[in-house]
């Protein structure tokens, strides 16, 4: 049996979450590492000149989002919810090559939820011309991804609910239904 389908009530969650980090951007541009982006942070084919209308956006989303959740499908067990949307979250972030070979996968393969949820606030290193850069030393420009890795490693060890890290990204609130949903395992 495979566990950690991205069910409905969960992608709502992800895209609520993700989304709300990645912001959407119809226009190509390049990231902080020069990576030609788009929409919800796309790199994928993404080419200086492109531009993408919100359907667009949203169709690429969603089939990436279920393309980065494919290593949480390999891990033996049921995730809670919250370490599901927070390792989903990190997965589509930082690429599932890194997120596989990470010592956080290692600590979710082996039901370490903790220690997991503890590795998330280590990756605050972005490439920039080719250097090494911590997002922590505000010259970089890059502290949001330092703010974002503090709200998935609080959502993951159940610091905070779902809406509470949605409502820090000024996002709406996932629905009651959604949530109980979500909780349950279970498509809405």
């Known amino acids: ?21 990645e912001g959407i951007r119809h226009v190509a541009y390049q990231d902080s590492g020069g990576v030609w ?14 531009t993408f209308t919100r359907a667009q ?9 279920q393309k980065h959740n494919t290593p949480l499908e390999d891990i033996p067990q049921q995730l809670p919810p919250e370490v599901h949307l927070a390792s989903l979250d990190m997965a589509y972030n930082i690429g599932t090559g890194a997120f596989s070979r990470s010592t956080l996968y290692q600590h979710l393969l082996t039901a370490q939820y ?6 998330m606030p280590r990756w605050t290193f972005v490439r920039i011309g ?10 970089w420009n890059c502290t949001g991804i330092v703010t974002r890795r503090e709200i998935v490693s609080q959502l993951c060890l ?6 509470d890290a949605l409502a820090r990204l000024g ?3 996932l629905d009651k239904e959604v949530l109980e949903a979500m909780n349950a395992g279970i498509a809405p």
């Open 1 to 21: 049996m495979r566990f950690n389908k991205l069910h409905a009530s969960l992608l709502a969650g992800a895209i609520a979450l993700t989304g709300g980090f």
């Open 37 to 50: 982006t788009a929409c919800y942070g796309e790199t994928l084919g993404i080419e200086q000149g492109d």
């Open 57 to 65: 956006c949203d169709a690429m989303f969603g089939k990436s989002l």
């Open 114 to 119: 903790p220690q997991a949820c503890m590795e």
């Open 130 to 139: 080719g250097e090494l850069r911590n997002c922590r030393d505000s010259q």
């Open 158 to 163: 159940g610091q905070i609910p779902i809406n």
């Open 171 to 173: 996002q709406l609130p």
